[in-house]
C-alpha cells in the first residue's frame, strides 16, 4: 500500500511539474511606435479596457495642466502599453486634450499628435478633432488629401468590421464619416478663395 501511494504522489508531482507555466510573458505591441508592453499590477483584460493606474484618469481636469504638462503626462502614459487597449488609451487621451492642442499647440505638437493618430486602427471617438486638427497642422495640400483619405479608408474599414445592433447604426456612422471628410474639403477649398 505505501508503493501504491508513493507511486501516486510520484506521478502527481511529475504532472505538476510538467504543467504549463501559467506565468504570461511580455508582448511586444505591434505597432510603428515600438511600444513595450509589461504586465503590471492592474493588467490589461484582453478586452481593451484601459487600465485604472493609467495618468488619463487623473487628467480630467485639464485646466489644472499647462499644455506641456498634458503632453507629457500623454507620452509617460502611452510608452508601457498592451495591444488590446493601446488605441484605446490614445484615442481617449486625444478626446481630452486635442482642443487644446488644436487651439494652444505648437506646429511640433500638432505634427506629433496628427502622426498619433495616424498610427492607430481607427479613431471613431475623434471624427471631428481630428478633421480640425488636420486643418491646422501645417502640410501641403497634398499632404493634407493622403491624410485626410487614409482616415477615411482606415475608419471605414473598422466600422464595416464592427458587429452593429443593426444595419441602420452601421450606415449612420459611415454616413457620419463621409459627412466629416466632405464637409473637411468643402471648407478647404472654400477657404482657398
Not at 23 to 44: F, L, M, R, S
Amino acid at each position: 500500500m505505501k508503493k501504491t501511494s508513493l507511486l501516486f504522489l510520484v506521478v502527481c508531482l511529475v504532472f505538476i511539474s510538467c504543467s504549463e507555466d501559467k506565468e504570461q510573458e511580455p508582448v511586444q505591441a505591434a505597432n510603428p511606435k515600438n511600444v513595450h508592453v509589461i504586465h503590471d499590477d492592474d493588467p490589461p483584460s484582453g478586452q481593451g479596457d484601459i487600465p485604472r493606474n493609467k495618468l488619463v484618469y487623473k487628467t480630467f481636469d485639464q485646466k489644472s495642466f499647462t499644455l506641456n504638462e498634458l503632453w507629457e503626462r500623454y507620452k509617460s502614459d502611452v510608452e508601457v502599453t498592451a495591444p488590446d487597449y493601446h488605441d484605446n488609451l490614445k484615442n481617449f487621451w486625444f478626446s481630452i486634450i486635442g482642443d487644446r492642442v488644436i487651439d494652444e499647440g505648437s506646429d511640433a505638437m500638432k505634427l506629433y499628435f496628427l502622426d498619433e493618430q495616424m498610427g492607430l486602427e481607427q479613431n471613431l471617438l475623434n471624427y471631428d478633432r481630428f478633421f480640425s486638427l488636420l486643418a491646422t497642422c501645417p502640410l501641403t495640400d497634398d499632404e493634407v488629401e493622403m491624410y485626410a483619405l487614409d482616415f477615411f479608408d482606415r475608419n471605414r474599414e473598422a466600422i464595416n468590421g464592427i458587429m452593429w445592433k443593426s444595419e441602420e447604426e452601421k450606415k449612420d456612422k459611415l454616413n457620419e464619416l463621409a459627412y466629416m471628410q466632405r464637409t473637411f474639403f468643402l471648407l478647404r477649398n472654400s477657404n482657398k478663395g
